[in-house]
């Protein structure tokens, strides 16, 4: 009998060599689909990407690069993971933040609607919600507080637009703390756990903002990735907004006492003055669990740092590397003035 053997669904991924593209990348492939994978590597690792993704190094700004990609490949789907996260950072680097995660965002759209995309799929943030009623649900109107949540928000904005204008289908998660392997364990501005990690292996003291009573429910990696991964099969969740994550939110301070518990130590925190932030930020998650019945158990915190913990210790500490694209030092945390330079 002949077996016609069926053409594998192509989809890109975008930050490929980054923390949870490379997760959603896996899971893709385990689902049989073509990935092709785009990454600028300025915070993501090449060896990170997984076997068997195409992977192409180039940034989502690159107004060539990108319909090239679009017209060869014909993308069914769209997974835009690509951004620079550092959200406290966002208040001082506002042009680098604008460029990268909404310029870039919309020429990724722009391609899309242009070349038959079925499917946008778009990592948020809870950035979005600003200070807000707790805990934060899709339903609330967002009040982004800084220029990442801005951004974000204003590509969510873009992508109901570009359904309603082109029939460009979108699905938007708003992940939050999310940690796990591959997390960049050397970026001084983002990713608490990841911070602390990296601290104790090389004998520093984990830095607090204020008194650490700031609370955040922090989402281990294999709670986030699979649901994003799996929306392209599931097309009564396309046109919806979905937050993705932990339930159980924690002081930053018992986070530190315990990563501390994890690598066996003593908890050893140095604080630091307060910054402007929201406080307190956790999620609802009943919209998700209602489009996603199959969604596990979220995994503990006490699982999901044993896990990273594992992981980070066979990877070695890093050494942040500083940025270099300061556009307003007024203000800065004088802890981060050490590892920042001012833009030429």
Known sequence: MLVIEMPKPSVLVTGAAGFIGSHVCRHLLK???????LDDLSGGFADQVPEGVEFV???INDDKLVPELFA?????TVFHLAAYAAEGLSHFIKRFN???NLLGSVNLI???VNHGTKLFVFTSSLAVYGRNQLP???ELVPAPEDPYGIAKYAVELDLKESREIFGLNYAIFRPHNVYGEHQNLGDPYRNVVGIFMNRIMRQEALTLFGDGSQTRAFSYIDDVAPAIASVRTRPEAWNQVFNVGADTPYQVRQLAAAVAAEFGVAPDLQFLPERNEVKHAYCSHEKIRRFFPSTAAPISLEEGLRRMGAWARQAGSRTGKPFGQVEVARGMPESWTAFSQAAP
């Open 31 to 37: 689902d049989g689909c073509a990935v092709v994978g």
């Open 57 to 59: 190094e180039g940034s």
């Open 72 to 76: 060869r490949h014909r993308f069914e």
């Open 98 to 100: 604008y460029t990268n």
């Open 110 to 112: 722009n391609a899309a």
């Open 136 to 138: 934060m649900h899709e």
